[in-house]
């Protein structure tokens, strides 16, 4: 599709909820998407090729990862991010701006930019806007983020309205620096932590800039689902409806449905992968926790409603063995059930949607994930979403 447009199709509406296809360089996308995290150019636990065969369409890279290892440079002169990980559909990256101001050393922040020392090594590192967009483009990066500040959660609106602000100038600089391609896209990223005036005033200044797509950054670090769902409230009907909305970290299966009856497109969580390397499975009727004893004699799969081997074809007896083993395979068979797990969720809510009952659809899966199955405590596993490190 190299040379193609790129561009949302809508569907399908039902209320809020959309149902399209995002059309990009390097293949179609079928929304709402949720993408699979390869921080460092790798789905964790996961081929490429498994990862595919979940149904997943688009996966997401990360900027500052890449950046120190194993280099921006070295990926390009191997032909780019996708032919490096042998991924043949879209990526897109997130601009490295969040795992600045989470995982570096001895950052200091100015209007330029941030100098930070890697978490690796200790080498120093400027990132800019310009350096941020250099490095994606460097990638073959498909989406390509604006830089930006995430917020911290909680802090004083004074101070979430400075760093904004300052996202919303580095956005500016972001689409000076973006060398623009057909089928590739650069998104802004709305800012403002959960102060509604904020939030319209960020997409307001986005939308001036003008952008392919528009995030939502600066949730799902702490603030809770009721806070969240506030927030997109806030935020989703001061975005463009042309363009693909995407929340940034999120997550957790309840808050992605909540966030597609709100109007969102597009989603990206490690929790499908993290929590299968911690022995925890997703399933219709909540959360397992792999490393119980009551699993050891249990002949069932995982859940059979899921389409994959992993989910279908082994016995929890036996991925329960695999784990209190320490066998590679039972937290390999773990990540590739969740991340088939979230496809099927998302291919239900188009479905969902084109047959506009996803308001029923939505009361059905919370239920379902509130009953537990058998009398396992839906909570057992106390799995914690979170934005990728």
Known sequence: MTGSTFKLELIATDDAARRGRLMTAHGPVDTPAFMPVGTAATVKGMFPETVASTGA????????????RPGAERIAALGGVRRFMNWPGPILTDSGGYQVMSLAKLRHLSEDGVTFQSHIDGTRHHLTPE?????????????????????????EKAAVAESMRMSMRWAARSKAAYTVRPGYALFGIV???????LRAESAAALRAIGFD????????VGEGQDLMFATLDQTVPHLPNE???YLMGVGKPLDIVGAVLRG????????????????QAFTRFGPLNMRNARHADDPRPLDPSVPCDASRNYSRAYIHHLVKSEELLGLMLLSWHNVAFYQKLMADLRAAIHGGTSSAFAAAFAADQARGEDGEDASESSIAAGRDS
């Open 131 to 155: 350096r941020s967009i250099a490095i994606q483009h460097q990638l073959d990066t498909t989406i390509t983020m604006a830089f930006d500040e995430c917020t911290p959660f909680p802090a």
């Open 191 to 197: 800012q403002g932590g959960i102060h509604g005036d």
């Open 57 to 68: 369409q688009m996966i997401l890279a990360n900027t500052y990862h890449l950046m120190l």
């Open 264 to 279: 969102v497109d597009m989603f990206d969580c490690v929790l499908p992968t993290r929590s299968g390397r911690t022995a």
């Open 213 to 220: 797509g528009y995030a939502i950054g600066g949730l799902a």
């Open 243 to 245: 363009a693909p909305r």
